[in-house]
């Protein structure tokens, strides 16, 4: 008789729930996206949901409604009555006996969570600390997948290291991203970061803080940098959907400058603000 | 109120089945085996519960007893009476709302399956198509962990020019591996095949492969080769648990010889069959 175990418990075969045989479970199969919300209004929601189509696209998952996605998201943060929320969702290929390739039949599955956010507020006015790990991701990392160990292992090391947040290096020994952030450096009066090239995610939150570069009169320079050359910037900073920007104290164990968010840093948290308004 | 959406179903989150909450799905944060047995007889048990110990203390999955393990599958199979079968099993770090840095108190997570295996004889008689894709995988592929999309989509890619297997080409050009086998050329009197190196799954199958070389009289080299290589071999095959040996006859639309399974690879066979007895 064919079976599974859960735990100890042993199960026919044909009475498995569905979701046991998930093909993000077994292979990371599904694409997800992580939205916020600020005072009651979902940010970005459009950007995101176009990310997603390239997501689904990119691995060919199809006959997948985008607008279908849009009122499930609409739905479920009217019902949660959350102000500031947190919206995690994602789409996996859907279930079926582990087989790398897939069948013409299979149906997606969608799975969405909203909860509070975290209060940041702490992490906003003293700033973190990171340290840098190799960066041992897939070579496809524009593709926003549910393949995340490389990240779970590089921040797992930034936590034994007190560090709130790893920076990826590459094997030509530059920076890529963050485990879960875009990744900035402020030298005098221009803003560096990695350009969007096809192992960068294309963050939403780094197209606003460019935005927020532009409008402050900071230079923009899409182009990679060294963690030498991020340890002798003026400002270092990361940013992320759930949190938007955070300054950068200490890297690699050493501080920045005097230890405290840069005063261009801060400019741009305010003016991100106002996007979000 | 704090939710999850499954399908277009909301559900406070508290009341969410954990299994929803798996870090497998969210992270791909865990990692499997695949054993088979030969009539009734489970192959190289040891040898899989030691690479599995090996991945589950890479990636930091501890407090599990390994023959607690031993105990569960040998307690299915004996239950699924199923003298060919094939044994699927993997270890989560658990389940928790997700956050990339797991908590203290997270218990693992144990799923098995046990079904028949499928009919490769067909395969095995006659041969079968292979092409080559880019490895887009990790930098960890010495861990058997559950970040399989680049191999989803690089076997994806060999399905749809009509191939069963996709070899993969790493950066430099060379050959690393199939995307679920072992890959292996011959060359008059030497067999060739990747080294085991950091980025290389230390494939069972392959040792006893290399055994039956040895026994054969076949010199095994262990370096890495390119298409073009492989493309002038007089043998090629892949190896891999579920089906052991299986001859390549086509190598990116192209016959390898004669486009018949080789004598040397005929030998491999029924000399990897003595190992199961």
């Given at each position: 008789?064919?079976?599974?175990?859960?735990?100890?418990?042993?199960?026919?075969?044909?009475?498995?729930?569905?979701?046991?045989l998930?093909?993000?479970?077994?292979?990371?199969?599904?694409v997800?996206?992580?939205?916020?919300?600020?005072?009651?209004?979902?940010?970005?929601?459009?950007?995101?949901?176009?990310?997603?189509?390239d997501?689904l696209a990119?691995?060919?998952?199809?006959?997948?409604?985008?607008e279908?996605?849009?009122?499930?998201i609409?739905k479920?943060?009217?019902?949660?009555e959350?102000?500031?929320?947190?919206?995690?969702?994602?789409v996996?290929?859907?279930?079926?006996?582990r087989?790398?390739?897939w069948?013409?039949?299979?149906?997606p599955?969608?799975?969405?969570?909203?909860?509070?956010?975290?209060?940041?507020?702490?992490e906003?006015?003293q700033?973190?600390?990171?340290?840098?790990h190799?960066?041992?991701?897939?070579?496809?990392?524009d593709?926003?997948s549910?393949?995340?160990?490389?990240?779970?292992?590089?921040?797992r090391?930034?936590?034994?290291?007190?560090?709130?947040?790893a920076?990826?290096?590459?094997?030509q020994?530059?920076i890529t991203e963050?485990?879960g952030?875009a990744?900035?450096?402020?030298?005098?009066?221009?803003?560096?970061?990695?350009p969007l090239?096809v192992n960068?995610?294309?963050?939403?939150?780094?197209?606003?803080?460019?935005?927020?570069?532009?409008?402050?009169?900071l230079?923009?320079?899409?182009?990679?940098?060294?963690?030498?050359?991020?340890?002798?910037?003026?400002?270092?900073?990361?940013?992320v959907?759930?949190k938007?920007?955070?300054p950068?104290v200490?890297?690699d164990?050493?501080p920045?400058?005097d230890a405290?968010?840069?005063?261009?840093?801060k400019?741009?948290m305010?003016?991100?603000?106002?996007?979000?308004?």
């Amino acid at each position: 008789m064919e079976l599974a175990m859960i735990g100890d418990e042993i199960v026919p075969l044909g009475e498995l729930q569905s979701v046991y045989l998930d093909r993000g479970t077994y292979f990371g199969d599904g694409v997800y996206e992580v939205i916020r919300s600020y005072d009651g209004k979902i940010f970005a929601l459009d950007e995101h949901l176009k990310r997603f189509a390239d997501s689904l696209a990119a691995i060919e998952i199809t006959r997948l409604d985008i607008e279908q996605i849009r009122r499930h998201i609409c739905k479920a943060f009217e019902a949660a009555e959350i102000s500031n929320a947190k919206i995690y969702f994602h789409v996996t290929r859907g279930s079926s006996l582990r087989k790398h390739v897939w069948g013409p039949d299979i149906k997606p599955n969608f799975f969405l969570t909203i909860t509070e956010l975290e209060d940041c507020s702490q992490e906003k006015s003293q700033g973190i600390a990171v340290s840098t790990h190799p960066d041992w991701r897939w070579k496809r990392c524009d593709i926003k997948s549910l393949n995340l160990l490389a990240n779970v292992l590089a921040r797992r090391d930034a936590e034994k290291k007190g560090c709130a947040e790893a920076i990826l290096v590459n094997d030509q020994g530059y920076i890529t991203e963050g485990g879960g952030s875009a990744f900035f450096a402020i030298f005098g009066n221009y803003l560096q970061t990695s350009p969007l090239t096809v192992n960068i995610l294309p963050s939403i939150t780094r197209k606003y803080v460019l935005k927020a570069a532009n409008s402050i009169g900071l230079e923009v320079v899409e182009q990679l940098f060294t963690p030498a050359q991020a340890g002798s910037a003026d400002e270092l900073f990361i940013a992320v959907t759930t949190k938007d920007i955070i300054p950068v104290v200490s890297f690699d164990g050493k501080p920045v400058r005097d230890a405290k968010p840069g005063r261009n840093t801060k400019l741009l948290m305010k003016t991100f603000q106002d996007f979000t308004r």
